[in-house]
Structures are given as C-alpha cells and as structure tokens.
C-alpha cells in the first residue's frame, strides 16, 4: 500500500500549486471506502492538518488556517487525490502528507496510511 | 478548535527506561485520541487509536490510556529505533488538532 506525493516546489508568495497524490496497492474498493486527507508538517510548528474528502468526494472540510485558499479533490477512477493551493503564503512552507483515514464511514481520523510527503517552500 | 496540550515538549532518556507522554484536550472528547511516531525523512506512523487501541504491527511496548480530557501514551522499555518525536491527536470534532509533539532523544 503506497501514497505518493507529488507537484510541490518553490513558489512565490500569491502563486499557485497543485498536489498530486497517487494511491497503488489498495483494491479500487478500498480507496473508494475511505476519506482522505492532507497534513503538512510545518517547521518548528509541528503537524497541521489541512483538509478531509469524503469516500465520494461529496463533503470536504478544511482547517481554519485555509480560508477559501485550497480545494482538495478526489478522482475515484484514477485512485488519486489532489490539492489546489492558491493564494500561497510565506507560512506555507513545509512538507505536505497525503494520508488515507483508517475506518469506513469515518473523516476525523486516525489516519493509518502516510506518503512520504512532498516538500513545499513559499519564498520571495 | 479542539487544543491538545502535549507534554513534555522533550525527553531525554536511555534504552530500557519507561517513557510516557501527556496530552490533555482543552474539551472533553471521549476516547478519540491517535498517538503517532515520526522521524525524520519517513513517513509518520499510526500506534495507538481511540487511546489505547495498538495499530496492527505496533510492538506491545507501546501503550496508550485515558479518556475524557487527559491521555498517556507509555513506552514500556526505550528500544533505539523508538527515538524519536511523538504526536498526540483529536478525532472528535472538525478541525482534526494535534499536539505540539514530544522528542524523545538519546540522553
């Protein structure tokens, strides 16, 4: 079972990127069972989460830090979840997980499946 | 929000010593607490869920108690790959918190 991270870099302040997480190893059944997850690792600050979609992609929650900047997205057919960042700020910066929520049915977590995370760096 | 307060921020310890971990929620939140490992470079590790449930494959030396406000997560007996920064986290309500973390470093 692998999570793989993918689409961070360096970018400027008020620019954009998009996250791409592929998920391999779980039957399609299983994917599309299972809310997902980001989670980013910020430094000095910790883990923060970011943001949940459902199994289907019908209800998405984001953390408060968010404010209409990101919009997680999920493509069932494709076993992959995104994240569009826009509006990208210094405070930002960090390494951002890709993680799969344990049980069925629920979207607050534990979260049992972690991608190796991909490096985000928001600079002038 | 939801705020866990994790202490101690760090921990200095040797291999064989008994560590334990605090986190207290600033509301009630039942047993909805996940404790995880991260190190550096790897991917964080799910132990324990709902306070003291061992994720499958987690060794027996990690042990997780508590409900309503305050939890421990114990290691019985440092092992060396267990050095390492530990992380607290609420699964009651939106938005998903964490604690600050615990490093537990070599002493």
């Known amino acids: 079972v692998q999570l793989a991270e993918s689409g961070g870099g360096v970018v400027q302040p008020g620019k954009s990127l998009r996250l791409t997480c592929a998920a391999s190893?779980?039957?399609?059944?299983?994917?599309?069972?299972?809310?997902m997850h980001w989670v980013r690792q910020v430094p000095g600050k910790g883990l923060e989460w970011v943001a949940v979609?459902?199994?289907?992609?019908?209800?998405?929650y984001y953390g408060d830090f968010v404010k209409g900047r990101f919009t997680i997205s999920r493509d069932n057919a494709k076993t992959t979840v995104y994240l569009q960042m826009n509006r990208l700020r210094l405070e930002d910066t960090g390494v951002y997980y890709c993680?799969?929520?344990?049980?069925?049915?629920?979207?607050?977590?534990?979260?049992?499946?972690w991608g190796q995370g991909t490096p985000v760096t928001v600079s002038p | 929000d939801i705020q866990m307060t994790q202490s101690p921020s760090f921990v200095s310890a040797s291999v064989g010593d008994r560590v334990t971990i605090t986190c207290r929620a600033s509301l009630t939140i039942g047993s909805w607490v996940a404790w995880y490992q991260c190190k550096p470079g790897k991917a964080p590790k799910l132990l324990i869920y709902s306070a003291s449930s061992l994720q499958t494959g987690v060794p027996s030396r990690f042990s997780g108690s508590g409900s309503g406000t305050d939890f421990t997560l114990t290691i019985s007996s440092l092992q060396p790959e267990d050095f390492a920064t530990y992380y607290c986290q609420q699964a009651n309500s939106f938005p998903v918190t964490f604690g600050g973390g615990t490093k537990v470093d070599l002493k």
């Open positions: 190893g779980f039957t399609f059944t299983t994917f599309t069972s299972h809310a």
């Open positions: 993680v799969k929520d344990k049980e069925v049915g629920q979207w607050l977590g534990p979260f049992d499946h």
């Open positions: 979609i459902s199994f289907d992609g019908s209800n998405k």
